[in-house]
């Protein structure tokens, strides 16, 4: 039995589902992320699993108990908020100690508990000061500091980096993932960021207008995404429409127009006819730029984009456009307008089932 159960849990507004029928179970000490676009229904499951929100049907278990309907506060789970308000008026010290004040927890304990928490988000040294002498950075930890202080058995946290600048964001992502590490809490973060969800969480829960459309472990999410939605919400993938021409037991070969020919390796449980439209999905990664003349398809660079890294580039193709994307090996990348090759290995294809299929 997993440590945290959510069976079919639906939240309806009047006639909107704000979440439908989402079940999950989450491993003790494991880090799962709820990732989705804006409005997909990611606070309210939190806030659900927290108490703040009441459940319309489904049920929420926590070790084994049923806490479906148990008031927030006897849930004792631990919440950062979209909007981590700190109390203003109380130094870092007071902030944290707050929910171990109103559990009756004595003073010396209360203390000893305080300094060993921030001592974890490393904010020893600040116990004295007010939020407003603090940077984003710092006030982030400390709202962490507050929630984990009271040993819950899971931290919820939502969108907890969405205030802070990208760099802070990113060094921030891997303190929360080491802290979580260190004292093994149980976590639930909402987040609508890809990198980041991908970056810090053991597996990554994609939704999309209040469901579950994928559940996995952030390299399958990103490698094998199991629809259309998934592969374009999680990293930039190239979607060639086409119908199989002929289907065998470990590949498929999809006739995608212009005499070209895309061959996909299939997985195990999926089955492919003859006929059958679907689509193929290459990350612009795997795609790479060769002469002109040679590889499957012959292109022309529209535009290039330089990330650091990377190049990005937007070539016009038979089939439409195309992006690629290619390591910056500190050469002359290609120029706009210039006519190239694009090819690709048939392991870098995946093939996605359709709506309409079956
Ligand atoms: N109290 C409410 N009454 C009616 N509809 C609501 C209420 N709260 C949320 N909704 C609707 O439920 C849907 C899901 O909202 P939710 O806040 O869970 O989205 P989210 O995934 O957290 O989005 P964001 O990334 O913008 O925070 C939205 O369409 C929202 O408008
Ligand atoms: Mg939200």
């Avoid at 159960?5 to 704000?18: P, S």
């Avoid at 399958?220 to 037991?249: C, D």
């Amino acid at each position: 039995m997993s440590f945290l159960v959510l069976d079919k849990l639906t939240k309806a507004y009047g006639d909107l589902n704000a979440v439908s029928d989402v079940s999950l179970s989450v491993e003790k000490g494991e880090f799962v992320s709820l990732l989705g676009p804006s409005g997909c229904g990611k606070t309210t499951t939190l806030q659900m699993i927290a108490g703040f929100i009441d459940v319309t049907r489904g049920r929420i278990s926590l070790d084994g108990k049923d806490i479906t309907h148990v008031r927030p506060n006897k849930r004792g789970l631990g919440v950062v908020f979209q909007s981590y308000a700190l109390f203003p008026h109380m130094t870092v010290a007071q902030n944290v100690g707050f929910g171990l004040e109103m559990r009756g927890v004595g003073k010396a304990e209360c203390a000893e508990r305080i300094r060993e928490t921030l001592s974890l988000v490393r904010l020893d040294a600040f116990a004295a000061r007010y939020p407003r002498e603090l940077s984003g950075g710092q006030r982030q930890r400390v709202a962490i500091a507050r929630a984990l202080v009271i040993k819950p058995p899971v931290l919820l946290l939502d969108e907890p980096m969405s205030n802070l600048d990208a760099k802070l964001r990113e060094e921030m992502q891997f303190e929360l993932r080491g802290i979580q590490r260190k004292v093994g809490t149980t976590t639930v973060m909402v987040t609508h960021d890809q990198s980041e969800a991908l970056s810090i969480s053991d597996r990554v829960v994609v939704m999309e207008a209040g469901r579950v459309t994928q559940v996995d472990s952030p390299y399958r999410a990103y490698e094998r995404p199991e629809n259309r939605f998934v592969s374009q919400f999680i990293g930039k993938a190239n979607m060639l429409a086409g119908k199989v021409t002929e289907a065998r037991h470990n590949e498929v070969h999809v006739d995608l127009g212009h005499q070209l020919t895309g061959i996909a390796c299939i997985e195990a449980g999926t089955v492919w006819r003859e006929g059958d439209t679907v689509t193929l999905c290459i990350r612009p990664e795997k795609l790479h730029l060769c002469k002109v003349g040679t590889g499957r398809l012959s292109a022309t660079v529209t535009s290039r984009f330089f990330l650091g890294s990377q190049w990005l580039y937007r070539l016009d193709t038979a089939i439409g456009e195309v992006l690629v994307c290619s390591q910056n090996e500190g050469t002359e990348p290609v120029a706009e307008g210039e006519t190239v090759g694009i090819d690709w290995h048939r392991d870098a294809v995946r093939v996605i089932q359709e709506a309409s299929h079956g």
